[in-house]
């Protein structure tokens, strides 16, 4: 970086401008946007020039530039677009302690005029150290683009509520009042006036403030299988509160629209048997924002308790003296079975049931194959896709009936659900053929009931 940039004071300063054209007036129509006090020597000026001079925005001197005019002057512009007037000029305006900027010539220049985006009081510059001036204009046309032309009303009215504002805690009790003012509420309340943005302020302070007054603290949220009405209204309520929102893979979009929109989304997503991010990055993410205040929801698919490393994460931040507490939610195999319109239990059939991995972090997991091979046991069995060989070959060893009936519900409760009926003799080979992508819960013991398929209006397929 050859030049560093500065924003330079100007209020009542001196700016001297030596030149009467094209590239006079270029540059007078940023500097009248500052409050300096702006003198333009041209023998002969722009008509622009006289008129600017009339209405009092700048003094004109109709004479070249000479010795003794650039005393007590900041900035000095020598564009004449005559490179032996400019070399005389800048001289001159140098000797007397001026900063020169000659037009178009980079070199022989103190410092370079930005290309601005303007949204006074913010204003964004850009600069390119003469290297490329097509893509300073091309950045600055974007940002003019992005930026709507309210920030600046909204800077200003926000720069005057800066002292009360400073009753938040600092850091990121400020940081997301401010956030929540400049992207949420304050675009929100401008469409009713500048009036309505500083009662709104007042408003929005308030409920910071509460906010504010919270430790810090970590609600484990049951997120269900993926329909956002099998969501609870406590982990409603939770997504509406977070600050900071740490998700899953399988949370689906529709759920994450239902975070503030001011929220810090993290995505923690593991893919199958792919990178992920590992179990201890989660809990310090989950210390470090509760640690600092923060509000967390830690949502997780279908219910918290299940199959979801919950333990581990309560362990981090207890060490830490985070509170935290667990909000249930529906688990797949609750959705799932509802799904092909069964019970996870019933008398006289099935007295318990079976929730269990087909794999866990050592491989295949291992379980009591006897008792489920004995007939009528039911078990939901997660992350069993991969395992189906397994599972079937360990069943089918312990002697359990072939015929039994296996139901695999791939991405229950969502709209791409598929439901795949099967038998422990061809469950591997079906759900191979199947190709499922989605997550997908198998029920052992279970087929869909045949009434099932009117009510749910889903449909079942019957690869036996
Ligand atoms: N805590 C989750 C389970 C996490 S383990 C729960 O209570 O549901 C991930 C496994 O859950 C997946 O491999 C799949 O077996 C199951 N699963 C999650 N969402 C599912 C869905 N919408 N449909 C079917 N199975 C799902």
Redesign the pocket.
Known sequence: MDHFPIFLATEGQRIALSGGGEAALAKLRLLLKTRARINVYAAEPAEEITAWAEAGKLTLHRRAFGPGDALCTRLFYAADEDAEEDRRTAAIARAEGALVNIVDNLHDSAFITPAIVDRDPVTVAIGTEGAAPVLARAIKADLEERLPTSLGTLARIGKGFRKLADALPFGRPRRDFWRDYYFNAGPRALADGADAVETGLHDLLDAHMNRAARPGHVAFV?GG??DPELLTLKARRALDEADVVIYDR?ISAEILELARREALMIDVGKEGFGPSTSQQTINNLLVEHAGSGAQVVRL?????T???RLDEEIDAIDAHGIGWHIVP?I???S??VATIGQSLTRRGRNASVRFLTGHDMKGFADHDWAALARPDEVAAI???KKSARFVQGRLIMHGADRATPVTV??????PDQRVLATTLDRMAADIADAAMT????TFYGLAPRAAAQAATDMPIEEMA
Request: cysteine-free; overall charge neutral; glycine content about 22%.
């Open positions: 049951g299988p993926g399988l997780k698919s279908g219910d918290a299940v199959f979801g939610g688990t797949s195999a959705a799932a997660y992350m069993g519900i791939e991405n229950a409760s969502r989605g997550p997908a819960l």
